[in-house]
């Protein structure tokens, strides 16, 4: 069993910064793929950033510049420094693990962005 929780959603206004950790506990470790994803209301769930157990790195567009994600191995956790957050960012943020094909999800943490 593996539980994946994610912390440090919150208000912030625009142009400001937050910084979300999600650590990974239970029979699994050493993910090959950790990634963020996020949900706005109303939308579709959608990826934001990834990377591999290797330290490659991958994002959406609309983030690349302002957010940058990081992992610790020897903790099992990784984070995602957000940066000049617009509105547009509010949503409940999602992290995922995979390993050898099987995903993982943790139950989300709301970011709203808002003056």
């Known amino acids: 069993q593996v539980q994946l929780v994610e912390s440090g959603g919150g208000l912030v206004q625009p142009g400001g910064s937050l910084r979300l950790s999600c650590a990974a506990s239970?029979?699994?470790?050493?993910?090959?793929?950790m990634g963020w994803y996020r949900q706005a209301p109303g939308k579709q769930r959608d990826y934001v950033a990834g990377?591999?157990?290797?330290?490659?790195?991958n994002y959406a567009d609309s983030v690349k510049g302002r957010f940058t994600i990081s992992r610790d191995n020897t903790k099992n956790t990784v984070y995602l420094q957000m940066n000049s957050l617009k509105p547009e960012d509010t949503a409940v943020y999602y992290c995922?693990?995979?390993?050898?094909?099987?995903?993982?999800w943790g139950q989300g943490t709301q970011v709203t962005v808002s003056s």
């Open positions: 995922k693990a995979t390993y050898w094909g099987t995903e993982y």
């Open positions: 239970g029979s699994r470790s050493n993910f090959n793929f």
């Open positions: 990377i591999t157990r290797g330290g490659g790195t």
